[in-house]
């Protein structure tokens, strides 16, 4: 199975300042028709997690711009240019090229300082 | 807008079976641009992929929990179930049923239910 690990699983950043969360994938999630099989979720305290970025760089519907994607292969970050005390939850990448089985990292602690 | 809500009991005895059902409104879990399932998040930790379907009436495990659980469907009643026996105190979690989309080459888990905490304690 694929196994995913996020770093780091910790981030205290300040509002304004940009930050940035690494996942990466034991197997390539790049499929044969050119797209990275990765998604990015925000779960905020007592919410379910919501998607942010799916195939690797495409925000969705409804997302910040200051969220993007980026990444392929097995190497993914995803970063926000300019951190809001909105932000703050934990950041979790999950791949989905394995489907139907979906694999999550270890999920991302963003705090504000 | 499509809305998925998880019912069942929220406290289970020790090395009994947890039984949760998922009721899908505003869409049909029998369409082709889904898989339906459910995902598990124990007190303060990550998420655990528990088991998914497919409108063909496939169903996939997490190997790590194939054994004890099972899922499935109630079409007329637009509902899935889930099955997990033989439960200790590691399964206590929010359970979350989702729906991921599929269709045109995407992925993405694009609606949750608002999650049910299930204990298991004697």
């Known amino acids: 199975d694929i196994v995913m690990t996020q770093s780091p699983l910790s981030l205290p950043v300040t509002p304004g300042e940009p930050a940035s969360i690494s996942c990466r994938s034991s197997?390539?999630?790049?499929?044969?028709?050119?797209?990275?099989?990765l998604d990015w979720y925000l779960q905020k305290p007592g919410r379910p997690p919501q998607l942010l970025i799916y195939?690797?760089?495409h925000r969705a519907s409804g997302v910040p711009d200051r969220f993007s994607g980026s990444g392929s292969g097995t190497d993914f970050t995803l970063k926000i240019s300019r951190v809001e005390a909105e932000d703050v939850g934990f950041y979790y990448c999950?791949?989905?090229?394995?489907?139907?089985?979906?694999?999550f990292g270890q999920g991302t602690k963003v705090e504000i300082k | 807008q499509v809305q998925l809500q998880e019912s069942g009991p929220g406290l289970v005895k020790p090395s009994e079976t947890l039984s949760l059902t998922c009721t899908v409104a505003?869409?049909?879990?029998?369409?082709?641009?889904?898989?339906w399932g459910w995902i598990r998040q124990p007190p303060g930790k990550g998420l655990e992929w528990l088991g998914s379907?497919?409108?063909?009436?496939?169903?996939y495990y997490n190997p790590s929990l194939k054994s004890r659980v099972t899922i499935s469907v109630d079409t007329p009643k637009n509902q899935f179930s889930l099955k997990l026996r033989s439960v200790t105190a590691a399964d206590t979690a929010l359970y979350y049923c989702?729906?991921?989309?599929?269709?045109?080459?995407?992925?993405?888990?694009?609606?949750w239910g608002q999650g049910t905490l299930v204990t298991v304690s004697s």
């Open positions: 989702a729906r991921r989309r599929v269709d045109y080459g995407l992925s993405l888990i694009d609606d």
């Open positions: 505003g869409d049909s879990i029998s369409s082709s641009s889904y898989y």
């Open positions: 379907f497919y409108y063909s009436g496939s169903t």
């Open positions: 197997q390539s999630l790049l499929h044969n028709n050119g797209s990275n099989y």
């Open positions: 195939l690797g760089s």
């Open positions: 999950m791949q989905v090229l394995q489907s139907p089985r979906w694999t």
